[in-house]
């Protein structure tokens, strides 16, 4: 059964580094989302990205984030300068149709970042 | 803004009885998906409702969505320890931007 996969499982950077998360989404799916979820509380919306380009972001995505699809197959969340808050779990998602009024989400298995 | 209401945030309960998890908003939605979330894992899609009115059912879990499209609630018939879990609604709004409820942690004792 096809899967969103995720890389790396576990990030553990330094504050003020850039950090990139990586995400393979599902083959012929067309929207992608990033999610965060600090740990103990809900999952957080940050940003949906479809045909090259964000469709909706919430107000914690700042300038210090950005998305990617660099390539056919990889979706890619950037932190410029990571801070201690910034540690979470990060779950990318995506779905073939939200458009259509359903927008099913596949959930990979999430990167832990730690901001030491 | 918390667009998603979810409760309760916690439940206990003794293997075979029933229970009700709500999800509520003042918002309509697109859809609404409910999963299930392990600890240190992705939440698991259970089940997408598109229609208001609509009722779906998974073995003994029954989904219902509002008429109103602004409401959802998640019905587990004789439950089992193996229903224990982090049970979350999203809301899919403007087909654009998912919110999650807060989650309901369920705890099932044999």
């Known amino acids: 059964e096809p899967e969103v996969t995720q890389t790396p499982s576990h990030q553990v950077t330094q504050m003020g580094q850039e950090v990139i998360l990586r995400c393979v989404p599902i083959s012929n799916h067309l929207y992608f989302y990033w999610y965060r979820q600090i740990l103990g509380q809900k999952v957080e919306f940050l940003v949906s990205f479809y045909n090259n380009e964000i469709s909706e972001k919430s107000e914690i995505f700042d300038d210090q984030f950005s998305v990617e699809r660099p390539d056919g197959s990889n979706f890619t969340l950037k932190i410029r300068s990571t801070k201690l808050e910034d540690s979470a779990m990060y779950f990318c998602?995506?779905?073939?149709?939200?458009?259509?009024?359903?927008?099913?989400?596949?959930f990979g298995p999430g990167t832990r970042l730690t901001v030491t | 803004t918390q667009l998603l209401e979810q409760s309760p945030q916690f439940l206990s309960i003794q293997e075979g009885e029933n229970l009700t998890v709500y999800c509520n908003s003042s918002s309509v939605f697109s859809s609404l998906q409910w999963y299930r979330q392990e600890p240190g894992e992705g939440p698991v899609l259970l089940v997408t409702v598109v229609t208001g009115g609509e009722v779906k059912k998974l073995k003994r879990l029954t989904f219902q969505f509002g008429d109103a499209r602004k409401d959802s609630s998640l019905h587990i018939t004789a439950a089992q320890p193996g229903d224990t879990g982090l049970y979350l609604c999203?809301?899919?709004?403007?087909?654009?931007?998912?919110?999650f409820g807060s989650g309901t942690k369920l705890n099932v004792k044999p």
């Open positions: 998602a995506s779905s073939e149709r939200p458009r259509q009024g359903a927008g099913e989400q596949y």
């Open positions: 999203a809301g899919l709004y403007n087909f654009n931007k998912f919110y």
